[in-house]
T-cell receptor, first 113, second 119 residues
Framework: GNSVTQMEGPVTLSEEAFLTINCTYTATGYPSLFWYVQYPGEGLQLLLKATKADDKGSNKGFEATYRKETTSFHLEKGSVQVSDSAVYFCALTGGTSYGKLTFGQGTILTVHP | GAVVSQHPSWVICKSGTSVKIECRSLDFQATTMFWYRQFPKQSLMLMATSNEGSKATYEQGVEKDKFLINHASLTLSTLTVTSAHPEDSSFYIC???????????????FGPGTRLLVL
């Protein structure tokens, strides 16, 4: 079946530091890949997505590239802000579970001033 | 666009009572809605998949008589927690998948969540 593995957190950074959160996946075929962000006490917000190999999703300074050869979808941001503090979830849909999202375990990011 | 609302955002109830949570897609039609449960500092656990006009499909281990799901229209799904007990206390999140006709382009949009506390 499908699975998503995220780098373990929590991740703590200073403001303006470079961010990378690793995400690798296992799925048959060509899944669609997503990053969602969850702020404290809230639901999930779609951050970015990619639906085919070599696609780059980007939003609010965050980027992730769909790498089929390494089955990865790492999230990056060049300069984080305090307001980026949240939980980040990597997810996929497709493969053996059409329509259902398979989530990683989430990575807590804390950015200090 | 692509906004999903949930109501209520907070609910406190006595043990043994039933609680209904509504999930609405405000500006798009949702072929499918999903209900998740999230425990503190954990990922989301899919409870059930709800398709408009048909019975919900429950994940293994989820009691369908305990968690009643109704998907009455393309914009509304409800989750009723029947005879709630303290162990049902949790954060419940719904999502709606926008119907576009191309499944790889369809994205799930999430509601803000409902925090349930059963006393």
């Amino acid at each position: 079946g499908n699975s998503v593995t995220q780098m373990e957190g929590p991740v703590t950074l200073s403001e303006e530091a470079f961010l990378t959160i690793n995400c690798t996946y296992t799925a048959t075929g060509y899944p669609s890949l997503f990053w969602y962000v969850q702020y404290p006490g809230e639901g999930l917000q779609l951050l970015l997505k990619a639906t085919k190999a070599d696609d780059k999703g980007s939003n609010k300074g965050f980027e992730a590239t769909y790498r089929k050869e390494t089955t990865s979808f790492h999230l990056e941001k060049g300069s984080v802000q305090v307001s980026d503090s949240a939980v980040y979830f990597c997810a996929l849909t497709g493969g053996t579970s059409y329509g259902k999202l398979t989530f990683g375990q989430g990575t807590i990011l804390t950015v200090h001033p | 666009g692509a906004v999903v609302s949930q109501h209520p955002s907070w609910v406190i109830c006595k043990s043994g009572t039933s609680v209904k949570i509504e999930c609405r897609s405000l500006d798009f039609q949702a072929t499918t809605m999903f209900w998740y449960r999230q425990f503190p500092k954990q990922s989301l656990m899919l409870m059930a998949t709800s398709n408009e006009g048909s019975k919900a499909t429950y994940e293994q281990g989820v009691e369908k008589d305990k968690f009643l799901i109704n998907h009455a229209s393309l914009t509304l799904s409800t989750l009723t927690v029947t005879s709630a007990h303290p162990e049902d206390s949790s954060f419940y999140i719904c999502s709606a998948r926008e119907r576009t006709g191309v499944w790889k382009q369809e994205t799930q949009y999430f509601g803000p969540g409902t925090r349930l506390l059963v006393l």
